[in-house]
């Protein structure tokens, strides 16, 4: 009896947020304001850190850079301040080093504030079989893909619950959800991160920490400096992304406080069959709720 309650609720759940969904495709869903806003962006240097950074200062953002290359932090800071008035802030900062972080950080909030958006963008992608990869590089992958997210959240994260504000947006991949030749450990690094920013925000929605939101990203390639000249075996359905079109989709999903993007749409379709046969038939109605929520975007 208790399941077929439990059948009903997500039944009925399922069809308001799919109605919702519908209705959002007709009329905007609208969008928070981010002006004064204090934007943190790891991996700000270049391609996809360098779009997000130019599109948060034109909507009145303080945004605050942080990249390993001095030479590409300094070329984005000087584009940002080109296209707003909005204070723009650089910080060198290696995020596979916990230490480094933590003191950027607390320079961070002495010279700026509290970070109030946190995105997590910098990443490393080594692209060798699993055997011809080092141990320097496995580790290098674990650290800037995924623990610079739990470090950046112990530094930003407590300030964001006392005042029950915030966004937290982890930049994770498409091969976060489904493992990938040649990138074991990159895909590894990626599940991980998706992992972690999605129990963050089930224990924050568990607080009842509801000023806090979370986006979680999981694109298909994009055509940035990691994966230059890479091709798709099936480019109508896997397109490679394209740095301005992925941009305006996480700036707009970040806007509407939606909680998963996935892009393509074909990449949560192709998670079907995986979910599908790997699951008992217990979890199966949770895995359906799970996956209707990522493709419905809440």
């Known amino acids: ?167 937290l947006v982890c930049i994770s991949s498409a091969a976060g959800q489904i493992g990938m030749n040649g990138l074991a450990d990159y895909s590894a690094s990626k599940f991980a991160s998706f992992g972690f920013a999605e129990s963050i925000y089930f224990e924050l929605r568990h607080l009842k920490k509801h000023g806090i939101k979370t986006t979680i990203v999981c694109p298909y390639f994009i055509k940035t400096g990691m994966f230059n000249g890479c091709l798709s075996k099936y480019p109508t359905l896997l397109p490679i992304l394209e740095p301005e079109y992925a941009a305006s989709k996480i700036i707009k999903a970040i806007l509407e406080n939606q909680v998963y993007l996935i892009t393509p749409k074909s990449i949560a379709i192709a998670l079907v069959p995986k979910m599908w046969i790997s699951l008992t038939k217990h979890t199966k109605k949770l895995a359906i709720r799970k996956l209707a929520t990522r493709l419905l975007g809440f």
């Open 1 to 167: 009896m208790k399941d077929l309650a439990d059948l009903a609720t997500f039944l009925g759940k399922f069809f308001h947020y799919f109605v919702e969904s519908l209705l959002f495709h007709i009329i905007p869903k609208p969008k928070k304001n981010v002006a004064g806003e204090i934007v943190l962006i790891t991996g700000a240097g270049s391609g996809l850190g360098r779009l997000l950074a130019l599109k948060f200062v034109r909507l009145g953002a303080i945004v605050v850079l942080w990249d390993i290359n001095q030479e590409n932090l300094a070329e984005t800071c000087r584009v940002a301040k080109e296209h707003s008035s909005a204070r723009v802030y650089g910080y060198t900062c290696d995020c596979s080093k916990k230490q480094e972080i933590y003191k950027v950080a607390k320079q961070v909030k002495k010279e700026v504030g509290d970070v109030t958006i946190l995105i997590n963008n910098a990443g490393v992608v080594t692209g060798k079989q699993f055997l011809e990869t080092s141990d320097e590089h496995v580790g290098k992958s674990f650290l800037v893909n995924c623990f610079s997210h739990i470090w950046t959240y112990i530094a930003f994260l407590p300030s964001m619950i006392a005042n029950n504000h915030g966004h």
